[in-house]
């Protein structure tokens, strides 16, 4: 598939945080320099301040380098969908020792990782619904782990807007990748994720309502 967006900087700095940023996200990119002449198939080009004035293209972003590169990547995702902000965004969460944490923005993924503590599953989370905007925020916890799940079912309830709908959500069948290596366990974390994000789960009742 053609790659979409481009980042376009003589700047190294810049340069690292983004490409390492579309990398993680799993995202084609083609590297630019800012006078470069740009294919027809790119939808939004990132470039900093100082260069965009280079850039020839009606969608340009402008990283800032002391900025997170991941809002300005997840603002180019929404630009090459052709949307100003998403209907629906679901987090799913296969809790346990390690947190498998999908971003879905109108059932496309957005994002997968894996946190290794409760505290930094939350502030991903919250972070991660502050950062991409939709009129729907929900979050979809799995049930496989009933201590994990409890644990950070409370702790959102805590963080999470009242509007936010959280959900318990059934993990049966979702556990496709056993091997225990480090790799396997975080590859089945996200597909978990995925799987329960794209599940009906229950409503957990929350207590800012």
């Known amino acids: 598939m053609k790659?979409?967006?481009?980042?376009?900087t003589v700047s190294g700095?810049?340069?690292?945080?983004?490409?390492n940023e579309l990398k993680r996200k799993g995202l084609s990119f083609l590297s630019l320099k800012p006078w470069d002449p740009i294919p027809l198939n790119i939808k939004v080009v990132i470039t900093t301040k100082e260069?965009?004035?280079?850039?020839t293209h009606p969608n340009v972003l402008i990283f800032e380098y002391e900025s997170n590169p991941t809002s300005v990547i997840d603002e180019a995702i929404l630009v090459v969908q052709g949307k100003q902000s998403y209907e629906k965004v679901v987090v799913g969460v296969d809790p346990g020792k390690t947190y498998g944490v999908a971003v879905l923005g109108d059932d496309n993924?957005?994002?997968?990782?894996?946190?290794?503590?409760?505290?930094e599953t939350v502030n991903v989370i919250a972070d991660g619904l502050k950062r991409v905007?939709?009129?729907v925020n929900v979050v979809k916890v799995g049930d496989g782990a009933p201590a994990y799940a409890r644990g950070l079912l409370h702790s959102l309830d805590e963080v999470l807007p009242p509007e936010t709908v959280m959900e318990i959500v059934s993990e049966a069948g979702t556990s496709r990748f056993m091997n225990e290596t480090t790799h396997r366990r975080e590859l089945k974390d996200a597909m978990s994720a995925i799987e329960i994000a794209g599940r009906k789960g229950q409503i957990f009742p929350r207590k800012k309502i």
């Not at 790659?3 to 376009?8: D, F, L, Q, W």
């Not at 260069?51 to 850039?55: A, G, K, S, Y």
């Open 3 to 8: 790659a979409k967006i481009a980042v376009a």
């Open 133 to 135: 905007p939709a009129t």
């Open 109 to 119: 993924i957005l994002e997968t990782l894996n946190c290794s503590s409760l505290k």
């Open 13 to 19: 700095k810049a340069y690292y945080k983004l490409v």
């Open 51 to 55: 260069e965009h004035q280079l850039v």
